[in-house]
């Protein structure tokens, strides 16, 4: 009985452990958590600043022997970005949950992901400053990650070019790269910084309504839409909604088509035949 009692309380402690991990790892992010005092993000700080902030909290609210008691989980934050080889459970743990997450948001595949949004015709009107700014974003941002392989799965790109003349992007990194150039410009608009379900989808549709303003976004996401699903055929066989994507045409990104496809793997080269997930409706 004792052995069990050991088992179970051992379980529970690494349990905590774990959560306490997975919800502080990235709250370095936050403007008056993040160095310099100037509430800037740098990417590669704030797993350091989530770090700082999860050992204050500690010893603020459990003193040094709280403090010393989650120095694993501490270590594991401030490293989860780095390229470790130790043989540290929870901090291969909480590097691969991150990795995972990170790749779903990218990839689009979230079990009930939302396109459409519900808004007035003037919370669907691009501001002035995104419509000028956005050629510097996709070029920046999304164009050097055009046919680079960065995702463990299918479609493993965060923007793959396509013969057609369409780039088809994620829309979550192209949001990302938004926040990014807003943050370096210090552009204050905090519809694209609300947290809420809903303003995020609004601040996305608003970024894809952008590219519109400029006609540079393809058939297949229609008004009221931020992106739409894909379907593609890797080595011949159909993959049915593999794709989350705003198909932007190549003319605008600063390389030429050619160009892009060149940077094309073999893995990237065997996903062909890209069509729109057309819905089929309910059968009578």
């Given at each position: 009985?004792e052995?069990?009692?050991?088992?179970?309380?051992?379980e529970?402690?690494?349990?905590?452990?774990?959560?306490?991990?997975?919800?502080?790892?990235?709250?370095?992010?936050?403007?008056?958590?993040?160095?310099?005092?100037?509430?800037?993000?740098v990417?590669?700080?704030?797993?350091?600043?989530?770090?700082?902030?999860l050992?204050?909290?500690?010893?603020?609210?459990?003193?040094?022997?709280?403090?010393?008691?989650?120095?694993?989980?501490?270590?594991?934050?401030?490293?989860?970005?780095?390229?470790?080889?130790?043989?540290?459970?929870?901090?291969?743990?909480?590097?691969?949950?991150?990795?995972?997450?990170?790749?779903?948001?990218?990839?689009?595949?979230?079990?009930?992901?939302?396109?459409?949004?519900?808004?007035?015709k003037?919370?669907?009107?691009?501001?002035?400053?995104?419509?000028?700014?956005?050629?510097?974003?996709?070029?920046?941002?999304?164009g050097?990650?055009?046919?680079?392989?960065?995702?463990g799965?299918?479609p493993?790109?965060?923007?793959?070019?396509s013969?057609?003349?369409?780039?088809y992007?994620c829309?979550?990194?192209?949001?990302?790269?938004?926040?990014?150039?807003?943050?370096?410009?210090?552009?204050?608009?905090?519809?694209?910084?609300?947290?809420?379900?809903?303003?995020?989808?609004?601040?996305?549709?608003?970024?894809?309504?952008?590219?519109?303003?400029?006609?540079?976004?393809?058939?297949?996401?229609?008004e009221?839409?931020?992106?739409?699903?894909?379907?593609?055929?890797?080595?011949?066989?159909?993959?049915?909604?593999?794709?989350?994507?705003?198909?932007?045409?190549?003319?605008?990104?600063?390389?030429?088509?050619?160009e892009?496809?060149?940077r094309?793997?073999?893995?990237?080269?065997?996903?062909?035949?890209?069509?729109?997930?057309?819905?089929?409706?309910?059968?009578?």
């Open positions: 009985m052995e069990i009692h050991d088992s179970t309380h051992t529970r402690l690494l349990y905590g452990k774990h959560m306490i991990a997975a919800l502080a790892h990235d709250v370095g992010k936050m403007g008056h958590l993040r160095p310099g005092g100037d509430g800037r993000y990417k590669d700080d704030h797993a350091a600043a989530s770090a700082r902030a050992g204050a909290w500690a010893t603020e609210c459990g003193g040094e022997d709280a403090a010393l008691a989650l120095r694993s989980v501490i270590d594991a934050v401030r490293n989860h970005h780095r390229a470790t080889s130790g043989p540290d459970p929870l901090l291969r743990c909480l590097k691969k949950a991150d990795t995972a997450a990170r790749e779903e948001e990218f990839s689009g595949e979230r079990k009930n992901p939302r396109m459409h949004v519900s808004a007035d003037a919370d669907t009107e691009p501001p002035e400053w995104l419509i000028r700014n956005i050629p510097r974003i996709l070029n920046d941002h999304v050097p990650a055009i046919n680079v392989e960065a995702l799965k299918k493993f790109a965060r923007a793959i070019s013969t057609n003349g369409v780039v992007v829309p979550h990194y192209l949001f990302d790269g938004v926040r990014e150039h807003m943050e370096k410009e210090n552009v204050a608009d905090m519809r694209f910084f609300d947290s809420s379900r809903a303003a995020e989808l609004r601040a996305k549709l608003l970024v894809t309504n952008s590219l519109k303003s400029r006609g540079w976004v393809g058939e297949g996401v229609g009221g839409y931020y992106a739409s699903f894909w379907n593609y055929a890797y080595e011949g066989k159909k993959v049915t909604r593999g794709g989350f994507w705003i198909p932007v045409f190549a003319e605008a990104f600063g390389a030429g088509l050619s892009l496809e060149k094309k793997g073999a893995r990237l080269r065997r996903i062909t035949s890209v069509s729109p997930c057309l819905a089929r409706g309910k059968k009578k």
